[in-house]
């Protein structure tokens, strides 16, 4: 069977709620209390996102996230009581779409889900024509194997770095102000900027010679980033 979210999270009452609160809702919900459960979930059902607590009582939210991304590509959002900068950054990391501290509104949570669901049912293929391949710099994209070639190494790209990039690419020269991103990018404006700044610097890692002094996508200090191949 195919949810549209899956919460995993070992507070029963917050699980169970945020479920029901979801299927009220329209967005149909299923919701698990420990990773090997969630990973059972996955031998007969499918999701289109992960709502993925960190701590899940003897097991890491971010063990489970780094086994879900060795076969599956789909939205993670992490919902934890811990604000502290370096959670956040790990769990964006591990392949983590956003971040979202304890205690949260479930109708901002549930607006952040579903423009992360409309945004995941658009096919990124329609956003640039496959049989362009884009220079960026010394790197190479190729937007048909959704990778980025730099000499002799193929990196490929996450849904969200692909939609970054196209979105770049197809506005270059410009400075794109980071509440544009939030809107273009992930449909609303409930995002932080460590989630926007963390795949802007896997992208950089992936393209840049040198990360930490881009020539590809530069910062514009307090206003955004401009694409320059």
């Known amino acids: 069977m195919h949810y549209s979210v899956l919460v995993v999270d070992d507070e029963t009452e917050l699980a ?7 299927n009220m809702s329209g967005v149909e919900t299923a919701y698990r209390l420990d990773a090997a459960s969630a990973l ?9 996102l992960i709502l993925l607590d960190i701590n899940l009582g003897g097991d890491s939210g971010f063990e489970l996230c780094r086994t879900i991304r060795q076969t599956m590509d789909i939205p ?7 604000s502290a900068e370096d959670d956040m950054l790990l769990g964006l990391s591990l392949g983590g779409d956003d971040y979202i501290c304890k205690p949260y509104s479930l109708s901002v949570l549930l607006a952040k889900v579903k423009a992360e669901l409309k945004r995941y049912e658009d096919k990124p293929e329609k956003e640039i024509p496959q049989d362009n391949v884009v220079k960026l710099g010394n790197a190479f994209f190729n937007p048909k194997k959704a990778v980025i070639r730099k000499g002799n190494e193929e990196y490929p790209l996450k849904a969200m770095e692909y939609k970054l990039l196209a979105y770049m690419i197809a506005n270059p020269g410009r400075v794109i102000s980071k509440d544009e991103f939030f809107e273009k990018i992930w449909d609303t404006q409930f995002v932080g900027d460590v989630t926007l700044n963390v795949h802007i610097r896997h992208l950089r890692e992936k393209i840049e010679d040198d990360p930490g002094k881009p020539e590809v996508i530069k910062t514009v200090w307090g206003v955004g980033f401009i694409f320059e191949p």
């Not at 169970?16 to 979801?22: D, L, S």
């Not at 993670?76 to 811990?82: E, G, H, P, T, V």
């Open 40 to 48: 059972e979930f996955f031998e007969d059902n499918t999701c289109s």
């Open 16 to 22: 169970e709620y945020t479920a029901k609160y979801f």
């Open 76 to 82: 993670i959002f992490f919902i934890s009581a811990r």
